[in-house]
């Protein structure tokens, strides 16, 4: 039997934040030669829950859209950018308190599932972030010095809750396609 399917729980910031990260992932790639980010086009979000991998994706939706429904937006700060030791760059995401809130009663509802896997970046180890470079190690330095002026600091929204699916690989390359997009409050 094939192995179940993988999936990643974010939630995808719109207009402007969107237009923003496709910038600067396109600037970067550009300019540094940094394109992982660039080809996995996933649009600009922040990570809600890591991999998992189950066959049965009607439980976490029916968990999900119970959940989504009785949750009003709130709102996100992005602006400023931060790194992972130099393998990853990414642009701040601050979470309001109620934004907060509703991520740590995400994590206890998904918590309910005894099957579901969790890292160490997951729950409350999570770090909320929009990647605009991955792998850029070899170019970290002068990546860093080069953002500075490209900083700019946006009012976003935690409005939904998407479950990506992985589809496949490219060159290596996971490939994601959204599975289904749950709007809080809905």
């Known amino acids: 039997m094939s192995d179940p399917p ?3 729980i974010p939630c995808f910031l719109g207009s402007p934040v969107q237009e923003y990260q496709r ?12 394109i992982v980010t660039q080809r996995q086009a996933i649009p600009a979000h922040f990570t809600l829950k890591y991999h998992f991998a189950t066959r049965d994706i009607g439980e976490v939706e029916r968990l999900i859209g119970d959940f989504a429904r009785g949750r009003a937006p709130s709102p996100v700060e992005v602006g400023g950018f931060g790194h992972f030791l130099e393998d990853v760059v ?46 850029c190690r070899p170019r970290f330095r002068e990546l860093w010095e080069f953002l500075p002026p490209h900083e700019r600091r946006f009012t976003g929204a935690f409005d939904n809750i998407t479950i990506l699916r992985k589809a496949g690989e490219t060159d290596g390359m996971d490939r994601w396609v959204v599975h289904r997009t749950f709007k809080l409050g809905d």
């Open 23 to 34: 910038e600067l992932v396109d600037l970067i790639a550009g300019r540094f030669g940094l």
């Open 6 to 8: 993988r999936y990643i």
């Open 90 to 135: 990414f642009v701040e995401v601050r979470l309001s308190e109620a934004a907060r809130r509703t991520v740590d009663a995400l994590v206890a509802t998904l918590r309910s599932l005894s099957w579901m896997s969790w890292d160490r970046h997951d729950a409350e180890s999570l770090h909320p972030h929009m990647t605009i470079a991955e792998q």
